[in-house]
Antibody, heavy 117, light 108 residues
Framework: QMQLQESGPGLVKPSETLSLTCTVSGGSIDTWYWSWIRQSPGKGMEWIGYVYYSGSTDYNPSLRSRVTMSVDTSKNQFSLKVISVTAADAAVYFCARGPNSSGFDIWGRGSLVTVSS | EIVLTQSPGTLSLSPGERATLSCRAS???????LAWYQQKPGQAPRLLISGASNRAAGIPDRFSGSGSGTDFTLTISRLEAEDFAVYFCEQYGSSPWTFGQGTKMEMK
C-alpha cells in the first residue's frame, strides 16, 4: 500500500527558505502527479502546486513567485521550496498524490512548519 | 479561481441521525471533478467521494454524494461515532484546485 511521508525542518526563520521533502513508499512515483497542500487556521486548506513525475509543474498563482517543486524519481521523492517566508506561511504542510481522476487520493500525515526568529 | 462555500459551518447531530452537508461553487464545475474528504484531529484528510458520487475504496455505503453544476451534497445516512469529524469539499477540474472551508460535525 502506497504511503507518503513528509520530512524537513519544523522551524523556519522569517525571510528564509522553507524546504520539505515527501518520500513515497510502497509504490512508484512514476506516472502520477504529486502535490503540496497546506492547512492553517486563517486560510484553511490551500493547494500550493503539483509536480508531475516527468518534472513539469503547476503552481497556485497566489504563491507562484516564491515556490519551486522538484522530483527525484531515483529516490522516489518530491520536494517543495518556499522562499522569503513570513508568518503567513506557518501551517501544516501535506504532500499528496494528485490531482488525478479521484482528486487527492493518498496523503502524508502532515508536517507542522512554524515561522519564527 | 473557483470558491467553494460549505454549509453549515457546524452540524450538531446524534449517532443514528442523518447528516446533510452542502458545498456550493462560485461557478459551475463538472461533477467529474468534485471530491469530499473527512479529517479527524491531527490526521490527514481521507478521500471519501470523488466524481461527486463515487465512493473511494473502503468507504462505507452510508456515505453518499450527489449534485451537479454549482450545488453538491454529502449525505451520511446513519451517523456512527467515528463519523464525527470535519468534512471538506474540493474541486479538481480547474486550476488552482480549491477547497471549501469545512463543515464540523459534532456530537449533540
Amino acid at each position: 500500500q502506497m504511503q507518503l511521508q513528509e520530512s524537513g525542518p519544523g522551524l523556519v526563520k522569517p525571510s528564509e527558505t522553507l524546504s520539505l521533502t515527501c518520500t513515497v513508499s510502497g509504490g512508484s512515483i512514476d506516472t502520477w502527479y504529486w502535490s503540496w497542500i497546506r492547512q492553517s487556521p486563517g486560510k484553511g486548506m490551500e493547494w500550493i502546486g503539483y509536480v508531475y513525475y516527468s518534472g513539469s509543474t503547476d503552481y497556485n498563482p497566489s504563491l507562484r513567485s516564491r515556490v519551486t517543486m522538484s522530483v527525484d524519481t531515483s529516490k522516489n521523492q518530491f520536494s517543495l521550496k518556499v522562499i522569503s517566508v513570513t508568518a503567513a506561511d506557518a501551517a501544516v504542510y501535506f504532500c499528496a498524490r494528485g490531482p488525478n481522476s479521484s482528486g487527492f487520493d493518498i496523503w502524508g500525515r502532515g508536517s507542522l512548519v512554524t515561522v519564527s526568529s | 479561481e473557483i470558491v467553494l462555500t460549505q454549509s453549515p459551518g457546524t452540524l450538531s447531530l446524534s449517532p443514528g441521525e442523518r447528516a446533510t452537508l452542502s458545498c456550493r461553487a462560485s461557478q459551475s464545475i463538472s461533477s467529474t471533478f468534485l471530491a469530499w474528504y473527512q479529517q479527524k484531529p491531527g490526521q490527514a484528510p481521507r478521500l471519501l467521494i470523488s466524481g461527486a458520487s463515487n465512493r473511494a475504496a473502503g468507504i462505507p455505503d452510508r456515505f453518499s454524494g450527489s449534485g451537479s453544476g454549482t450545488d453538491f451534497t454529502l449525505t451520511i445516512s446513519r451517523l456512527e461515532a467515528e463519523d464525527f469529524a470535519v468534512y471538506f469539499c474540493e474541486q479538481y477540474g480547474s486550476s488552482p484546485w480549491t477547497f471549501g472551508q469545512g463543515t464540523k460535525m459534532e456530537m449533540k
